[in-house]
């Protein structure tokens, strides 16, 4: 079934002349009755998979980035990246549109690295554009991440709760989290 899961939120953040809107809506599906774990659903059948990004070297690439980076900028369909569990310390730079990043468990699946928005400032001419774990960029549209974690672990490492971002997106539009756990 496309959707084989119990409960999960899902988050729709829109901008509007840099006013960010909320939309959290919280679903209930029962698949034959026998409701399926929150932390691991099939979201995505595999046929409709496009890339696998695995660090063991099984899936077509070892980094989420580098999936991302093979994404046509001009690709007006959606593709579906399945991201196999596994810690990922990466920063993600999200300059295409219609991308879906789906982990194999949200528990399992982690997206960690450590970022300061006042030390990147420091080094990038002031600006917030890569101060995140995931970073949109601007004009971007149609965005899911679901099924993982997002982790800046920079207070927990360095002992600093000044402003730092897991997920960033100024003026992107239509970006959907899903059962994800963000910190």
Same mark, same amino acid.
């Given at each position: 079934?496309?959707?084989?899961?119990?409960?999960?939120?899902?988050?729709?953040?829109?901008?509007?002349?840099? &006013?960010?809107?909320?939309?959290?809506?919280? *679903?209930?599906? /029962?698949?034959?009755?026998?409701?399926?774990?929150?932390?691991?659903?099939? &979201?995505?059948?595999?046929?409709?998979?496009?890339? *696998? *990004?695995?660090?063991?070297?099984?899936?077509?690439?070892? +980094?989420?980035?580098?999936?991302?980076d093979?994404?046509?900028?001009?690709?007006?369909?959606?593709?579906?990246?399945?991201?196999?569990?596994? +810690?990922?310390?990466?920063?993600?730079?999200?300059?295409?549109?219609?991308?879906?990043?789906?982990?194999?468990?949200?528990?399992k699946?982690? &997206?960690? /690295?450590?970022?300061?928005?006042?030390?990147?400032?420091?080094?990038?001419?002031?600006?917030?554009?890569?101060?995140?774990?995931?970073?949109?960029a601007?004009?971007?549209?149609?965005?899911?991440?679901?099924?993982?974690?997002?982790?800046?672990?920079?207070?927990?490492?360095?002992?600093?709760?000044?402003?730092?971002?897991?997920?960033?997106g100024?003026?992107?539009?239509?970006?959907?989290?899903?059962?994800?756990n963000?910190?």
């Amino acid at each position: 079934p496309l959707f084989s899961f119990y409960k999960y939120t899902i988050i729709m953040l829109s901008t509007t002349v840099n &006013i960010f809107y909320l939309f959290i809506f919280c *679903v209930t599906i /029962f698949s034959d009755n026998h409701p399926a774990k929150a932390d691991s659903f099939n &979201i995505v059948p595999s046929e409709n998979i496009d890339l *696998v *990004v695995a660090k063991d070297g099984t899936g077509n690439y070892s +980094t989420i980035q580098s999936a991302i980076d093979a994404v046509d900028k001009n690709d007006s369909e959606m593709v579906i990246i399945l991201i196999k569990n596994g +810690t990922y310390n990466e920063k993600l730079l999200i300059t295409k549109s219609n991308i879906t990043l789906v982990g194999e468990d949200r528990n399992k699946t982690q &997206i960690i /690295f450590a970022e300061l928005r006042s030390n990147w400032r420091k080094v990038n001419n002031d600006k917030d554009w890569g101060s995140a774990v995931i970073n949109i960029a601007d004009k971007v549209t149609n965005i899911t991440i679901a099924n993982l974690t997002v982790y800046n672990n920079y207070g927990s490492l360095y002992g600093s709760n000044d402003h730092q971002f897991a997920i960033r997106g100024h003026d992107a539009d239509k970006i959907m989290l899903i059962n994800c756990n963000i910190k």
